[in-house]
């Protein structure tokens, strides 16, 4: 039995995630692949699940509200970056995002994950860590990381063609 391979993009609706996504839109095109994109959001883990936020309706819980501005992240992001997603598995998953990518990887069988980084260096890297290099450590297949283009970089590839 011949199954078409998987491609997982995690992202984080920035920049360098949506330039990850274009990548993986193109590969899966090429490869006849399957797309699955995930989006990972977590409540912050000083803050109780059980917190209630007082809004114009009433108490409502903190990670209904999480959830709620997640999903209206991740459509908004997909609407911006004008991609045609209709094929593939677009995912929310509550977690830790780097967990959350390997633990998809491994229960869906993925071949390949294809992400963004931000490119953080120094003391930046340090206070926020680097999901991306937590993933390329622990995940079960290759993983592709698609560097962050500035703004003057978009129109130039990332590797001039030359004649020989």
């Not at 917190?51 to 992240?73: C, F, K, S, V």
């Not at 908004?76 to 780097?98: K, Y």
């Not at 390997?102 to 890297?125: F, L, N, P, Q, Y």
């Not at 003057?152 to 990332?158: D, G």
């Amino acid at each position: 039995m011949n199954t078409k391979p998987k491609v997982l993009c995690p992202i984080d609706c920035s920049p360098c995630s949506a330039n990850a996504l274009r990548t993986a839109t193109t590969w899966t095109a090429r490869l006849g692949a399957e797309l699955h994109v995930l989006l990972a959001y977590q409540v912050p883990h000083y803050i109780q699940p059980s917190l209630l936020i007082w809004m114009g309706a009433g108490p409502r819980p903190l990670w209904e509200l999480a959830e709620e501005q997640a999903t209206h992240q991740l459509r908004q992001f997909l609407e911006e970056n004008a991609l045609d997603l209709s094929l593939a598995d677009v995912r929310l998953l509550h977690g830790e995002p780097a967990i959350a990518i390997i633990t998809v990887a491994e229960r869906d069988s993925i071949d390949w994950i294809i992400m963004g980084t931000h490119g953080r260096s120094g003391a930046k890297r340090l206070a926020l860590g680097s999901v991306a290099e937590r993933v390329v450590r622990r995940a079960p297949c290759p993983v592709i990381v698609v560097p962050t283009r500035n703004s003057e970089s978009k129109s130039k590839p990332l590797i001039e063609p030359r004649l020989l």
